[in-house]
Every structure is written in C-alpha cells, then in structure tokens.
C-alpha cells in the first residue's frame, strides 16, 4: 500500500531524528540528511490525527510525539536555550542570536519576557531553572558587575582604560556610565555600595591619570627614564608611550594641574621631544 509506505517512511525518519537527537521536537523546514522533508509530514500527522489509526497514535506518542504544534515549538525554544546555557554559563541571549541550527533564539527569549503573564506555572518554573533572566536591566548590570569583578582580579584596580574589551568581548569601558548614573540619581544604593566595595573610584578621569602615571614610575624604575618606545605596551594593555605624547600635548594646551605637572618633573619626564631624543642618542 503506497500510503503505508509513505507514513512508515515518515515515521521512520522521525524515528532516526529521536534517536540522534533524543527528541522529536523538528524545527519548521527541517529536512533529513536523506532530503525528506521530515517537519511537513509532522504537520501533516497533527492536521489528521483524527483519520490517524490508533496503533499510529500510539506509535508516535511512544516517540514522545507532541500534537500542540504551539507547544512543540516552545519545548523547542526550551531546548535551545538549555544548550546556549551549557556552553555559555548564562542565558542572558542577546536579541540577535541565531543557533548553528539557525534557530532565532534571541527572539524566543524575548517573546518569552513579553508574555510572561500568559505562560504557564510549568513553563515560568522550567525557564527559572536554566537561570532565565526576566529584567533585563538587572541581568545587564549584574553581567557588567561580573566582568569587573574579573577586571580587578586580574589587574588589582578597577581603573578600566575608556576602550578596554574583555575576553568575552564585553565593553568593559563603557563603566563610566555608572558615574553618570550615580550623578543623576539613577543608580541605586546597593550597586554603589558594592562598586565602592570593589574599590571603583568615581572620578574616573582622574583616577586613569594617575593609573597611568604610576604605570610610567613603574616604567622609570625600571629602565631608568621615561623614554617609552613607540610601541610600548603594559601588562595592564596600557599604550604608555601615547599616554605620554597625552601629558605633552596637554601642557601645551593648559589641560594638566600644576599638581600633575609637578609629579611629573619628579620623575625628571622631558617635555620636549626633540631634546629628549637627542639626549637618548647622545646616551647611546
């Protein structure tokens, strides 16, 4: 019979699909290695099930079939975001991301936050256990504090350079918003107390300063002056030699204190360049 063979080769490619996969939850325009077009012969067992015989029925429930298409595709989303999970650590998903499935994962967990007042207690309470984040805003500064936590760990201060990325290519820079947060009276008392705790100073223009300027005394103690190369880097990433070229320039302009200034001909730092570069060749 031709229409037996036909839905014994369906089921038998949903068979395959459970077995590599371990469930049955197809995504929309899914085709087997084989080519067969696997999710619309799904459609088409949910739009009969009716004309379905009991020994099918009973076939594909014992697959762990799932005849509500709507929750088949948020058993799907589900999934997704358990393996995302996994290999990331956190669900925070950002808007955009797609899986190597090309599943639009990003837009199901935003779906998910949208209509959070229609889901069901089963699936609030499956979602909170891969740690869904239902404020974003909450979520964003937590994932931000983290990554500074890893900052000072690593460097021993919190003075972050304005265009630092971390491993994870966050924006670690960007941290000069919570100043401005604080100023305005947007940042709560319990991000300021644990910024403060973790040492964040809130002038952060002048805490870079002397950040760096302690990168160039560490400098001068230990080549002896403060003739930085070009291409020079610190091992906090800090491109000293065009902080450096920075101090000149703002002498010039009357941007530096005369507090910076001293602290800097305390380091016996040569303002002029051309005189500075004679003298080295002159030392060489």
Same mark, same amino acid.
């Given at each position: 019979d031709p229409l037996t063979d036909a839905w014994e080769q369906g089921f038998q490619e949903l068979a395959t699909y459970k077995e590599n996969f371990g469930d049955c939850l197809v995504a929309r325009n899914y085709k087997a290695p084989s080519g067969y077009k696997l999710s619309s012969w799904i459609n088409s067992q949910r739009t009969k099930k009716s004309q379905l015989t009991?020994?099918?029925?009973? +076939?594909? !429930?014992?697959?762990?079939?799932?005849?509500? @298409?709507?929750?088949?595709?948020w058993q799907l989303g589900l999934q997704e975001? =358990?393996?995302? &999970? /996994?290999?990331?650590?956190?669900?925070?998903?950002?808007?955009?991301?797609?899986?190597?499935?090309?599943?639009?994962?990003?837009?199901?967990?935003?779906?998910?936050?949208?209509k959070k007042d229609h889901l069901s207690t089963e699936q609030i309470l +499956?979602? &909170? @256990? =891969?740690?869904?984040?239902?404020?974003?805003?909450? @979520?964003?500064? !937590?994932?931000?504090?983290? /990554?500074?936590?890893?900052?000072? !760990?690593?460097?021993?201060?919190?003075?972050?350079?304005?265009?630092?990325?971390?491993?994870?290519?966050y924006k670690l820079g960007r941290i000069t918003t919570q100043k401005t947060k604080k100023n305005n009276g947007t940042l709560t008392t319990e991000h300021i107390q644990r910024l403060d705790g973790l040492g964040v100073l809130w002038d952060f223009r002048y805490a870079r300063w002397d950040n760096s300027f302690k990168e160039l005394a560490t400098y001068k103690k230990l080549i002896g002056d403060c003739r930085v190369p070009s291409k020079y880097i610190t091992k906090s990433g800090l491109r000293l030699q065009s902080w450096v070229s920075a101090q000149r320039r703002g002498k010039i302009n009357s941007k530096l204190s005369i507090e910076q200034i001293h602290r800097l001909d305390e380091l016996d730092f040569e303002w002029e360049i051309p005189t500075a570069k004679w003298e080295n060749a002159f030392k060489e």
């Open positions: 009991l020994d099918r029925i009973k +076939r594909l !429930e014992g697959l762990g079939f799932v005849w509500d @298409a709507i929750k088949d595709q975001l =358990v393996i995302y &999970e /996994e290999e990331f650590g956190h669900s925070m998903v950002p808007w955009k991301y797609v899986t190597a499935s090309d599943y639009k994962l990003g837009g199901w967990v935003s779906s998910q936050r949208q +499956r979602l &909170e @256990a =891969v740690g869904f984040v239902w404020d974003v805003l909450i @979520a964003n500064w !937590e994932n931000g504090f983290q /990554e500074l936590l890893g900052y000072k !760990e690593k460097f021993t201060h919190c003075l972050v350079e304005a265009n630092h990325t971390t491993a994870s290519g």
